[in-house]
């Protein structure tokens, strides 16, 4: 009997991301980093590269890549040095941009990326600090390249500070691919060294892409360059893959190709390869000394790194008695983890948790507003919260309420005064209790004799009744004692 060999189609990914470091000031001159400004305002001769002038590194940004590193779990360099990487564009006035080679700032790290339910450990190789080359603006109506009348540079961006991240190839999937870039930004955030808004251009990403040979060994990858969504790396990717495992399965060979993934159609271009076959001739940049990075100032920029992502999801559920669910879900955002611990230092955490991470965020979501623009602010929802637990609005009420006081940025005593969403209770509750009972003889027989299906029937019509304003567990107490059920 023959045996058919079936060859498993084991995806490889690596990526490597640039982020845009928060800094005040441009990597080697003291000119201000804004975006959006009018072109060319912000450029000195040092960023304009003008013979002569010498770079001076930031601080600030060394700062800001030891503590990514550090909280990549890297190793920092005691040396590192800067490199010149010669090429040739018009977005590079130097002639050669100002990076680093083969003494990186930082190297040898690691990153558990939560992937669904699992975690996947994904090594980093390095990473290093550069500058940003200019921006091009190609005039005409494509606004690109090809088919424009003319391209200018807006020198704005021209040496602003810019930080290179490269993964291991360890990365299983596209899903997986996309997991790995969106921790990345959240860790990036959490520690503020960038806002990582991919949409904005401050974090880009390139992810290199191979099948497995079925001898365990790599296989031939492809790059995929400057996806500037989370989506797109993902669906990018899972286009890739099954365009090699087509040429694979039809016995063809890849070729190490740099592609361009297009959201539009769905498909991968392959860039000109002309285009990316660059010899860089690095050398060390002469005009600037080896840094010198000692432990004691590693040490000092540790300590003053906020808590990262995990550390914080691992305090909410030991803190607050939050599930690993909830926990991820409100810290995914700092801001809003931030709103959560100052309403749940006032009232119950885990309804704090349930408003927060349930319906205030639906508000914001259905709204496009971030947490730090709403009208809400963290004594409203400890005001809601009391006022429910109190008894004094229903459940339905206080979402009622809730909505209001988004819109309006009202108190909510002063919402549930105006729309007269007090609860029923008390004696009025107990009244609405015998009405139903006494316009449904045959149901409430049913109860008494011990029927407990149709309990929720009548309290369904004393929510009716009360217009949603009555506490139903409440109800149902009276209802039963009145039955003697
Ligand atoms: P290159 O010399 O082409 O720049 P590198 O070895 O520097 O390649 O790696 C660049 C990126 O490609 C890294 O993120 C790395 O993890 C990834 N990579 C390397 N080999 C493979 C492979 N066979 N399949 C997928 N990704 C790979
Ligand atoms: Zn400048
Ligand atoms: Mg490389």
């Not at 010899?279 to 000092?300: C, G, I, M, N, Q």
């Not at 009232?347 to 809400?376: F, M, V, Y």
């Not at 809730?402 to 009025?428: K, M, N, Q, T, Y």
């Not at 139903?436 to 009548?458: C, M, Q, T, W, Y």
Request: proline share 5%.
């Amino acid at each position: 009997m023959e045996v058919e060999e079936r060859r498993t189609y084991q995806a490889v990914i690596g990526l490597e991301f640039h982020v845009h470091l928060a800094t005040e000031t441009k990597m080697f001159c003291g000119c201000r980093v804004v975006y959006g400004d009018e072109p060319n305002t912000h450029t000195c001769p040092v960023c304009l590269g003008h013979p002569g002038t010498l770079p001076v590194v930031n601080e600030k940004a060394i700062e800001q890549g030891v503590m990514a590193g550090r909280a990549l779990n890297c190793d920092v360099a005691e040396r590192a040095v800067f490199a010149r990487k010669n090429y040739f564009y018009p977005d590079l006035p130097k002639g050669y941009q100002i990076s680093q080679f083969d003494e990186p700032i930082c190297t040898g790290g690691y990153l558990d990326v939560p992937v669904g339910d699992e975690t996947v450990r994904v090594g980093i190789t390095r990473l290093h600090l550069e500058e940003d080359a200019a921006k091009n603006v190609h005039v005409g109506e494509s606004g690109r390249m090809h088919g424009s009348v003319g391209s200018l540079v807006d020198f704005n961006r021209g040496g602003t500070p810019l930080m290179e991240i490269v993964t291991e190839p360890d990365i299983p999937s596209p899903e997986a691919a996309r997991a790995t870039a969106n921790y990345l930004k959240e860790i990036m955030r959490a520690i503020g060294v960038s806002e990582a808004d991919m949409e904005k251009g401050q974090l880009r990403c390139d992810a290199n892409v191979s099948i497995r040979n079925p001898d365990g060994s790599f296989g031939v990858k492809t790059e995929l360059k400057n996806m500037n969504s989370f989506r797109f790396v993902e669906r990018g990717l899972a286009r890739e893959l099954e365009r090699q495992r087509e040429i694979l399965e039809n016995g063809g060979k890849i070729q190490q190709t740099t592609l361009h993934y297009d959201p539009e159609t769905d498909e991968v271009h392959e860039l000109r390869s002309k285009e990316f076959a660059h010899d860089y001739r690095y050398f060390p940049e002469p005009d600037l000394l080896p840094l010198e990075l000692s432990e004691a100032w590693v040490r000092d920029i540790e300590g003053r790194m906020p808590e990262l992502p995990d550390e914080l999801r691992a305090r909410f559920v030991e803190q607050y008695g939050l599930s690993p669910y909830d926990a991820s879900v409100l810290t995914a955002d700092r801001e809003l983890a931030v709103y959560y611990e100052a309403v749940a230092a006032e009232a119950d955490p885990k309804q704090a948790a349930n408003w927060i991470s349930g319906d205030l965020r639906s508000l914001l979501n259905e709204s496009g507003t971030e947490i730090s623009g709403a009208e809400i602010s963290p004594e409203h929802m400890v005001e809601l919260i009391g006022l429910v637990q109190g008894g004094a609005i229903s459940r339905s009420a206080a979402r009622d309420v809730l909505g209001r006081v988004f819109e309006s940025g009202d108190s909510p005593s002063a919402v549930v005064e105006r729309e007269g969403l007090a609860s029923v209770g008390g004696d009025e509750l107990s009244g609405v209790v015998e009405e139903v009972i006494s316009a449904n003889p045959d149901e409430a027989e049913r109860v008494k004799a011990g029927d407990k299906k149709i309990v929720g029937f009548l309290i369904g019509q004393v929510m009716k009744a009360t217009r949603g304003n009555a506490d139903g567990g409440r109800a149902r107490e009276i209802l039963l004692q009145k039955l003697d059920a």
